[in-house]
T-cell receptor
Framework: DAGVIQSPRHEVTEMGQEVTLRCKPI?????LFWYRQTMMRGLELLIY????????DSGMPEDRFSAKMPNASFSTLKIQPSEPRDSAVYFC??????????FGQGTRLTVV | RKEVEQDPGPFNVPEGATVAFNCTYS??????FFWYRQDCRKEPKLLMS???SGNEDGRFTAQLNRASQYISLLIRDSKLSDSATYLC??????????FGKGTRLSVIA
């Protein structure tokens, strides 16, 4: 298996633009997680899905952030409009129920 | 109180040294415990799970103290390649993993 695949690896965008991050989980994993990592706050859970259904989005910072999982093999995290304080590394991870999570390589987002 | 707390370090140790990291967690219902390792500009990767009786994997030993809600990781005979950030991770059943902010280790030649 190729593991969790994220794209793009790097994204530089201007403030106010829409940003879409993509994730393909490991085949067969029921859970998909979106995390954000910054120096100040460490790894924070934004939202997670179970069988494509959003379970807990309480970590989503504000309405500018949205996430979807239209099928078992694809998820997106969208930021609209983006702001400089959104600059971070965004990780997608997937797991089986109650098991260890495997992470993608992350998307390094810079909003200027 | 944060759910998972770790000393951020950095820990700077010479090659061959023994180093220990500690972590405390606030949720007494936590059931699963792990140490992840994260290299600079890379994703977190599982280092080892932590079992109630304590467990060892080569130079690495993990211990859990449920009464004190405390987890530890001991690295013996440190290698340069052990330099990384070590993340303490806790979960309650099927809930998502909760990460500490990590402890940075630098092993110096």
């Amino acid at each position: 298996d190729a593991g969790v695949i994220q794209s793009p690896r790097h994204e530089v965008t201007e403030m106010g633009q829409e940003v879409t991050l993509r994730c393909k989980p490991i085949s067969g994993h029921d859970y998909l997680f979106w995390y954000r990592q910054t120096m100040m706050r460490g790894l924070e859970l934004l939202i997670y899905f179970n069988n494509n259904v959003p379970i807990d989005d309480s970590g989503m910072p504000e309405d500018r952030f949205s996430a979807k999982m239209p099928n078992a093999s694809f998820s997106t995290l969208k930021i609209q409009p983006s702001e400089p304080r959104d600059s971070a590394v965004y990780f997608c991870a997937s797991s089986l129920p109650g098991r260890v999570a495997f992470f993608g390589q992350g998307t390094r987002l810079t909003v200027v | 109180r944060k759910e998972v707390e770790q000393d951020p370090g950095p820990f700077n140790v010479p090659e061959g040294a023994t180093v220990a990291f500690n972590c405390t967690y606030s949720n007494s219902a936590s059931q699963s415990f792990f140490w992840y390792r994260q290299d600079c500009r890379k994703e977190p990767k599982l280092l080892m799970s932590v079992y109630s009786s304590g467990n060892e994997d080569g130079r690495f030993t993990a211990q859990l103290n449920r009464a004190s809600q405390y987890i530890s990781l001991l690295i013996r005979d440190s290698k340069l390649s052990d330099s990384a950030t070590y993340l303490c991770v806790v979960s309650s059943g099927n809930t998502p993993l909760v990460f500490g902010k990590g402890t940075r280790l630098s092993v110096i030649a």
